[in-house]
């Protein structure tokens, strides 16, 4: 078996993290992206090979001659369009070299999810193959929170806005939410690959705290009362949310439209009603107790690292 770890959206905010990650490892990583790009591939030093998420043959021919044993896909999925994925699993499931596969669920798993529609079928794809595959599930990425943690991810205010002082609570805010950074879940990753068989799922989480527990240590730390509102899961049912300072940069990111907001503001609505309705539920296998000796970032520590103690 080879030891070469495809990146499918490797270029973006997770896979990079996870190219950093496999790169300190023993196995050999490789991008996968819609287009070359020379000066990514200088920059990091790892192959990025053009891939035809259309052509399912072109995917089966990359796949086999560069032995990629395992594909682990960051393909973002905002659009809810999963068929640029199922052609990826059906071209590994065809592939004789390559036997895993990670899909880009990388979130919760609540039926209810803006995205449930499109991670279903990523998993029901992957049921109809012969590959060792399974799906983690870590929280909500920390990096959204920190400033001088480096991180690849693009920031998203979501329910909670740091640099505005702001925050728009899903229902009362005293259940517990989960969060891993980006750099850590790239690190429980590349120990994963390491074990010879896999589960169908895992859950992973660096820190749990509340919402009203993190407005309480950020408000004290940066000696400012925070804007705080409490979205209604009704209100958040009819896809509305109180608008954060911190979205505006996010409608840039889409290209500003209203179109754009409005589709933001009933993704983070979504998001919203199945952290309130308390869907958002850890309960194992967690690669946490597995892996015992990585030591990931807490919510306080990324607090201090915004210059809040
Ligand atoms: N739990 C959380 O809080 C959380 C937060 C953010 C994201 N996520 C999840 O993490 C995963 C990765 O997200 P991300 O933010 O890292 O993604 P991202 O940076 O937005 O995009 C990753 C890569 O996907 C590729 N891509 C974009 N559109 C594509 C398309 N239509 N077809 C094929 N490739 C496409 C691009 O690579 P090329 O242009 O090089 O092809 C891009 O660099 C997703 O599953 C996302 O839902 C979870």
Redesign the pocket.
Request: glycine content about 16%.
């Given at each position: 078996m080879s030891h070469v770890v495809a990146v499918?959206?490797?270029?973006?905010?997770?896979?990079r993290a996870l190219v950093d990650a496999l790169k300190k490892s023993t196995y050999k990583s490789i991008?996968?992206?819609?287009?070359v790009?020379p000066s990514l591939e200088n920059a990091i030093g790892v192959p990025?090979l053009q891939?035809d998420?259309s052509d399912q043959d072109s995917l089966v021919q990359l796949l086999e001659s560069h032995k990629i044993d395992t594909v682990i896909?960051?393909?973002?999925?905002?659009?809810n369009?999963q068929s640029?994925?199922i052609n990826l699993i059906e071209a590994a499931e065809r592939a004789s070299v390559t036997h895993r596969y990670i899909p880009?669920?990388?979130?919760?798993q609540g039926k209810e999810s803006p995205?449930a529609a499109s991670r279903l079928a990523l998993l029901d794809a992957l049921n109809q193959t012969r590959l060792e595959w399974t799906a983690i599930f870590?929280?909500?990425?920390l990096d959204?929170y920190t400033l001088s943690v480096p991180s690849?991810?693009?920031k998203?205010a979501?329910a909670l806005d740091i640099e505005g002082n702001a925050a728009a609570i899903p229902g009362d805010g005293t259940y517990p939410v989960y969060f891993t950074h980006?750099a850590d879940l790239a690190t429980y990753t590349t120990a994963l690959l390491g074990l010879d068989h896999w589960g169908k799922k895992y859950f992973v989480y660096a820190d749990k705290m509340t919402w009203n527990e993190i407005i309480a240590v950020a408000e004290a730390a940066k000696g400012v009362k925070f804007n705080v509102a409490y979205d209604s899961v009704e209100m958040l049912k009819r896809g509305e949310i109180t608008e954060l300072p911190g979205h505006k940069a996010v409608y840039e990111q889409f290209f500003g439209s209203e179109e754009a907001k409005s589709l933001f503001q009933k993704v983070m609505a979504g998001v919203a009603v199945y952290m309130a309705e308390g869907q958002m539920v850890y309960e194992g296998p967690l690669l946490n107790e597995i892996f015992p000796s990585i030591t990931p970032l807490t919510v306080r520590e990324a607090l201090v690292g915004n210059g809040i103690v």
């Open positions: 499918a959206g490797g270029s973006g905010g997770l896979g991008i996968l992206a819609r287009q790009n990025v891939a998420y896909s960051c393909i973002s999925n905002y659009d369009s640029t994925e880009s669920i990388w979130s919760g995205f870590p929280g909500i990425f959204f690849y991810t693009k998203s979501l980006t």
